[in-house]
């Protein structure tokens, strides 16, 4: 296997002159640059990581802090993950995932401290997250992929969830539905301040309001058998209910399984949205979901992309961006049923169904067969 020396031998330059070039801690000539890339290439030379990293003061490392559970990581999650490792390869950096989260303040003082990472990019945030603290106490650069409750000063990117749940509503309220209830994340997730189920609340109270109709939000535990219990609280509080709008993709099949048994069709009785969902994710279900499609990959990508300025640079641009999720509809959102088996919105008849009066019969007699 080759080494450094070997390289100096046959480029006729000093072993510290090597090290420059690849490390750049001096600058060094075009043309004694060639002649080393040369003699690497000829002689199949592989730098050693770390010790570059040491002449660097770089560790070429980037973190991504992201608590998980034992759910672990979803398609849509994913798609984050996905497009900041593509990017810190593209600029020969490394991306380690690292699951800590707020509770986990130590640990991260410990890494942080240790100066394995060069940044860090922050997921799950909170509205007071107090991983920013700590990382700018230690000095560490970093870029968040969410957005703390006053975030001046701090370089983010977010997905726009304002518009996001706007262009949602939009879309129910366009086929003609007045009566949506919003499944959201856990009672704990806004209790403890997770950012985008704390915005995504406002945001559907905001967007229903401006069509002059009632909000209502259920919370819903991250997974399916927190869907079923959802539904159920929801047709509890309005039984009138024709759309549900979820931001909650472990809780959606639940959602689905528990309108199946009720024997209510999708969409035909109950139309379902997905926000902040995957395509792949969204075609796995029957029918496929109408979704807000996630720019996971996107954000991720922009994320690192920011988050390298920060370290190469160190210039302190702060960079903040929202991204809006894009409406793809497909099989599970249509116009509800009226009376007479018609759309509501007068565009031609609904394929047959029985009326309101059966529908809301068929809801009470399901509801006593799982009592």
Request: hydrophobic share 45%; glycine share 8%; with cysteine.
């Amino acid at each position: 296997m080759a080494t450094m020396q070997d390289v100096a031998r046959l480029a006729r330059v000093s072993v510290s002159t090597v090290s420059y070039v690849l490390t750049g801690a001096r600058p060094i000539s075009q043309a004694t640059r060639e002649k080393v890339l040369a003699a690497m290439a000829e002689l199949d030379y592989q730098p050693h990581a770390m010790a570059r990293g040491l002449a660097s003061r770089r560790s070429r490392i980037v973190g991504l802090l992201l608590p998980m559970d034992e759910r672990g990581l979803g398609a849509t999650e994913t798609a984050f993950v996905t497009g900041a490792a593509a990017a810190a390869s593209a600029a020969g950096y490394h991306l380690v995932l690292s699951p800590v989260g707020v509770n986990d303040l130590d640990e991260l003082r410990r890494l942080a401290s240790q100066r394995m990472l060069d940044g860090a990019l922050l997921m799950e945030v909170q509205l007071a997250d107090p991983r920013v603290a700590v990382l700018q106490e230690v000095g560490v650069p970093l870029v968040l992929i969410g957005r703390t409750e006053d975030p001046s000063g701090l370089s983010y990117v977010d997905i726009d969830f304002d518009r996001t749940v706007r262009d949602a509503v939009d879309h129910l309220v366009g086929l003609g539905h007045r009566r949506i209830v919003y499944v959201n994340h856990s009672a704990a997730a806004l209790t403890d301040g997770y950012g985008p189920a704390l915005r995504t609340r406002d945001a559907f109270a905001a967007a229903m309001a401006g069509h002059g109709l009632a909000p209502l939000m259920i919370p819903a535990e991250d997974s399916a058998a927190g869907g079923r219990a959802a539904i159920a609280a929801a047709f509890a509080q309005a039984p009138d209910l024709t759309a549900v709008l979820a931001m909650n993709e472990s809780a959606v099949f639940g959602i689905l399984g528990e309108l199946a048994g009720r024997g209510l069709a999708v969409p035909g009785d109950v139309s379902v949205v997905s926000m902040v969902t995957s395509p792949q994710v969204a075609e796995l279900a029957a029918p496929a979901l109408t979704a807000m499609t996630s720019p996971g990959s996107a954000l991720g990508r922009i994320a690192v992309e920011t988050l390298l300025r920060h370290v190469d640079a160190d210039n302190g641009e702060i960079h903040q961006q929202l991204l809006p999720c894009v409406l793809e509809v497909r099989g599970s959102s249509g116009p509800p049923r009226t009376a007479a088996g018609t759309s509501t919105t007068g565009v031609g008849p609904a394929r047959p169904a029985p009326d309101r009066t059966e529908v809301t019969a068929r809801r009470r007699a399901a509801t006593r067969r799982r009592a």
